[in-house]
């Protein structure tokens, strides 16, 4: 069996590419954007839509030196699988309670901060779309899949920086009310491909 993990986390990117070959045959290959990554003992959150963030969710030290009234963590990850069985493929999409912290904590900059949970669902919903019409190919997927991987995360990390960007961190709140309202039918719009964790 051949396994592949991507994981990538929102405010510390991180992209994290394992290999494991049949026979004992393998390796790890670590690209850190960062120095630092998910960790195992992290308390994660998976994202589902009857779950909403609450400030008890938030138990990373907060950030000293800094204008930020919260910060949210999470990850973006996929697992490839290829065995006698064929092609298979999980996609995760989770909150790190550990490495969130929230300063001023108000509903108003919760709502923000779940703005950025939710655009982390989205893609992991385009993640699946993606891999849901990939065609194996024993001769280049490591490539291709590495491909798409990252294509999703780029488009993920340009839309959470347009987000804080045109929110002003959610100090503009028609920008703010305009990006909810924008999140919210991008999950209606991509809701097919949300069963990618089941």
Request: charged share 25%; net charge positive; with cysteine.
């Given at each position: 069996m051949t396994l592949f993990s991507f994981l990538l986390q ?189």
């Amino acid at each position: 069996m051949t396994l592949f993990s991507f994981l990538l986390q929102l405010s510390v990117p991180t992209f994290r590419f394992s290999i494991m070959m049949q026979k004992l045959l393998s390796f790890l290959l670590l690209l850190s954007i960062s120095s630092f990554g998910q960790s195992n003992d992290e308390e994660l959150i998976t994202w589902t839509e009857a779950k909403k963030l609450t400030w008890a969710d938030y138990k990373g030290q907060v950030k000293t030196g800094t204008d930020a009234a919260a910060s949210t963590a999470t990850y973006l990850g996929i697992e490839y699988n290829f065995n006698s069985k064929g092609f298979g493929y999980k996609i995760t999409c989770s909150f790190s309670k550990t490495k969130s912290w929230g300063l001023h904590k108000t509903d108003y900059i919760l709502a923000h901060e779940q703005g950025h949970f939710d655009i982390a669902e989205i893609f992991a919903r385009k993640l699946n779309k993606e891999m849901s019409r990939y065609k194996f190919n024993k001769n280049n997927f490591k490539d291709e899949l590495k491909k798409i991987y990252l294509d999703i995360t780029t488009e993920k990390e340009e839309m959470q920086n347009e987000y804080d960007k045109e929110t002003n961190h959610s100090i503009n709140k028609e920008k703010q009310a305009e990006w909810l309202k924008k999140i919210d039918q991008l999950l209606r719009e991509y809701k097919v491909f949300a069963g990618y964790n089941q």
